[in-house]
């Protein structure tokens, strides 16, 4: 397996990154991850727009995105692959320990590994944690995610592969990695982003081609959706069957629809 690693190809088993580097101690970087098909990243562009913007939220020198799209290629043709996560990371690079940042530049790591097809179907879990929709990395793709790898062990505890988050104001917000729509009187709705929600590249696309409407929704809309579906890049548009101990119908008539479509769509454009 082949990495890109601060300018060129290396091998993943040696490739080194400093144990200064800030994104391991405090957790200081952004990242991307895209589904890739036959070698070919799926909506390569609005993922580099959105690292161009986590990184301007964390006032990270701007990446080079160039750099990032050719990082990208040679990582793709040096490790075929049928379906793979291609993950771009970077970091502050190598800082003082502490918060503070260095002079030094930041760290760019793209890596692939391989993913299987999402299930059709999914159940998740509430956690009693919030997102924080006026923290300072509200929006942001960052790699401070403990709280995240927290919140889907419980789902997972639970039989789950997803726990939902509502924000401080008690509005259903989003996934661990994954935003959430839910159907209501046949009309489909998903928070929006003033929610805290990251403005998932899916979410763009399934509001795009299906119409589905940005509403604030308080958490216990989940008691009562008709139908619930997640969106994210290694998702689609997956439909819940399960949410806490309510099972629902999956997928319901309006979700099989809106994952009809994004099949059709995303296939039909590799960079929507
Ligand atoms: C917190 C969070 N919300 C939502 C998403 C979904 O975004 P996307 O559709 O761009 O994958 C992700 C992506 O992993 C995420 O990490």
Not at 26 to 39: A, N, Q, R, S
Not at 139 to 158: F, M, Q, W
Request: charged share 25%; proline share 7%; with cysteine.
């Amino acid at each position: 397996m082949k990495l890109w690693l601060d300018g060129g190809l290396r091998d993943a088993a040696s490739a080194q990154v400093s144990v200064f580097d800030h994104g391991l101690t405090v957790g200081d970087g952004i990242f991307e991850t895209m589904k890739t098909v036959d070698g070919r990243a799926f909506a390569l562009t609005r993922h580099l727009d959105r690292l161009a913007r986590s990184a301007r939220g964390l006032a990270l020198p701007e990446p080079d995105l160039d750099e990032v799209r050719r990082a990208c290629r040679a990582v793709l043709e040096a490790n075929p692959t049928a379906r793979g996560r291609l993950r771009v990371t970077y970091t502050g690079g190598v800082c003082p320990l502490g918060s503070d940042r260095g002079e030094n530049p930041p760290t760019l790591v793209v890596a692939l590994g391989p993913v299987p097809p999402p299930a059709p179907t999914t159940a998740v879990v509430t956690v009693p944690w919030t997102r924080n929709e006026r923290g300072a990395l509200a929006g942001l793709k960052t790699t401070s995610y403990a709280e995240n790898v927290v919140a889907l062990a419980r789902a997972r505890e639970r039989g789950a592969t997803e726990a939902l988050f509502a924000n401080t104001a008690g509005s259903l917000c989003e996934g661990t990695g994954s935003n959430v729509f839910v159907v209501l009187d046949g009309e489909v709705h998903t928070p929006p982003i003033a929610s805290g929600c990251l403005a998932g590249v899916t979410r763009a696309l399934a509001v795009e081609w299906t119409g589905a409407r940005e509403t604030d929704l308080p958490l216990d809309v989940l008691d009562r959706a008709e139908e619930i579906f997640l969106t994210s890049t290694l998702r689609d548009v997956q439909a819940v069957d399960r949410v806490d101990d309510r099972a629902l119908p999956a997928p319901g008539p309006v979700t099989a629809k809106a994952v009809r479509i994004f099949a059709e769509r995303s296939a039909a454009d590799l960079d929507p």
